[in-house]
């Protein structure tokens, strides 16, 4: 991936950009870029400082380059983000809004580097926080803040991003796309402040980054095309949701051949989860070497969550959609909640193997029959007993799983009776997991019903 020869560089500055005022330098800023672009490629460099700004559209073989203790600001006022419609928005998905902050659409060898920092002025376009303690968004914000769609040999690398109004950095319809050594740092009650997001693209690797996301941190999406090759590894993820995610409503076509590997998740909701919705295929998965803790104040929590559902009536069911071939392996768990591995009636989910996991529970959630009843899209819907069973690992309507050298440490004088393993039609596969005991000496590990799975 390596850029092309540099023909320009240019300072912001020499475009009459001034630092640390409160008048939106956009103008100045665009016009070095615009500048580099005729020029047939080069770098940008903006110099420390305050630099406040509304929509900036990127070129080909640009090399955007922020000076530590440089800091590109977003504009407080939605007017200076003009409307530019570059995605596939099929479901009408309100975070994916034509208003961003950095803008590249069609552009092939762009780099963004340097050691400063994207600031997206979040808390300008949010309302105080409601009773679920989120903020809300008070009307169009820049969302995805960085937008990146079409593009070709697309580089960030040793930048910060902070403070996104909605999902922060977008990949979409992309290829050769490399992010490492960057920082997201998001308010953890910031409206659909997702980290990274990744849909319809392909030969991507996301390495060596720290996510903070009120929303998902890494998740891969599809909305419509195929979301393929895609590597993340050696990254540190917290979040009041998903940490490491593939689909949600937007998972109508192909995610495949994807491997997550060596990372920290603390302090989120759902370590590792697999939600198909819409009639999408997700396949060839392999996720390995992860620690995990998950949140013990939040409803309907996971660390393993790997769900296949469609509802006719919902604006966003297309089909039945499929998951096949997930291996999850090497991971360490610490949290009070349960896996989860469901596939609504008509779905498929198969070929599934969880191996080496350790889980670890310094105390066990006690709100079983709520979450039975819980009304979540995202929470196993069509499952609702899978959702209360107690059990550590619970599983229904699955073809062929795997749970092998899986170990659990209870709390002392649990009082919950919880088993190892609940399982609901499981056809094929086998549960080898000796040192999976159920939290009481005299209950029995398994709870198994119409199930053919090899014990």
Known sequence: MAMLPLMSHICITAHGAAANTDQPQTAAIQAAIDTVAQAGGGTVSIPPGIWLTGTLRLCHRLTL???????????PDIADYPPVTVDDNPQGNKDLQPHHLLLAAGCEDLLITGGGTIDGNGPAFWDPPSNCEFFTSNGPRPSPMLEFARCRNLRLQQVRIINSPGWTVHIHGCQQVRIQGIEIVNDLFGPNTDGIDITDSCDCHISDCRVVAGDDAIVLKSLGGINERIVVTNCILQTRCSALKLGANESIGTIRQVAFSNCVIHESSRGLHLACMAGGTFEDITISNIICDTHNDLALVNPIHIDCSWWPKSRYAFKPGIIRRVRISGVTVRSDARILVTAGPECRVEDVMLSDIHLHYPAVENEFEWARTAVALQFSPQTPEAR????????????????????????????????AVWGRHLRGGIIDCPLAQAAQADLPALDLEECSIRV
């Open 388 to 419: 209360g069973a107690q059990a550590a690992i619970c599983a229904e309507n699955i073809d062929r799983l795997q749970l092998r050298n899986i170990s659990i440490n209870w709390p002392a004088d649990c009082p919950v009776p919880m088993r």
């Open 65 to 75: 380059d922020l000076a530590p203790g440089a800091i590109l600001r977003g504009s």
